[in-house]
């Protein structure tokens, strides 16, 4: 089944403390993005990867680092998480970095800092 | 600052009757419009979208209505079912630019 995976779905964790989510397609898709979901605010794109070794800032790409080592993952990483950080996180992916091109989102981590 | 301005923020219409959700934008590079449809604890997913050469764009009963010089565009669901119960996001992108910009959704739910 063509699908983007988010791992965990769930996370609740403390301040400074390092996390790393993992988002996975099998699409073979070229484009990968986060974005974060919060009440009145939409989705804010973090930061996006047109390709392997290729990734740019997004809207509000403090306190995130991402990596694209393979085509197929795309991890997102925070260093050192802050409570306005708690949110809803969505990967998606594209089949290339065309703006008309559909995004596959996948099924969301919701994140809680302490 | 918010470029896709959404509203209702939440709406609720009876079983049958017709849903609308507004959007507006303030760059006139925009030219692809979608809107995607989220269910609870999942993932957005497109629904439909639309260029600005048309002014409508109807795929069975969800509707795009595009206002070029208002700057505006809506989403109409006719007939709407309990299973339209979502949350709705407009968005806009530019040819070059490598993301979309959303709107800040709309909870819909149907009552039966």
């Known amino acids: 089944e063509a699908q983007v995976t988010q791992n965990p779905r769930y996370l609740i964790t403390v301040t400074g403390k390092k996390l790393t989510v993992t988002c996975s397609q099998n699409?073979?898709?070229?484009?990968m993005s986060w974005y974060r979901q919060d009440p009145g605010l939409g989705l804010r794109q973090i930061y996006y990867s047109m390709n392997v070794e290729v990734t740019d800032k997004g809207d509000v790409p403090e306190g995130y680092k991402v990596s694209r080592k393979e085509k197929r993952n795309f991890p997102l990483i925070l260093e050192s998480p802050s409570p306005n950080q708690t949110s809803l996180y969505f990967c998606a992916s594209s089949f290339d970095r065309a703006y008309t091109d559909t995004q596959y989102f996948g099924p969301g981590t919701r994140l809680t800092v302490l | 600052q918010q470029q896709v301005k959404q509203s209702p923020q939440s709406l609720i219409v009876q079983k049958g009757g017709i849903s609308i959700i507004n959007c507006a934008y303030e760059?006139?590079?925009?030219?692809?419009f979608p809107w995607y449809q989220q269910f609870p604890g999942k993932g957005p997913a497109l629904l439909i979208a639309?260029?600005?050469?048309?002014s409508e764009k109807k795929e069975g009963r969800f509707t795009i209505s595009f206002n070029k010089s208002a700057k505006q565009f809506s989403l109409h669901i006719m007939d709407s079912q309990p299973g339209d119960s979502a949350t709705y996001f407009c968005?806009?992108?530019?040819?070059?630019?490598?993301?979309?910009?959303f709107g800040q959704g709309t909870r819909l739910t149907i009552n039966p």
């Open positions: 760059n006139t590079a925009f030219d692809y």
């Open positions: 968005a806009a992108s530019i040819a070059g630019a490598q993301k979309l910009v």
């Open positions: 639309i260029r600005p050469d048309v």
């Open positions: 699409m073979n898709h070229e484009y």
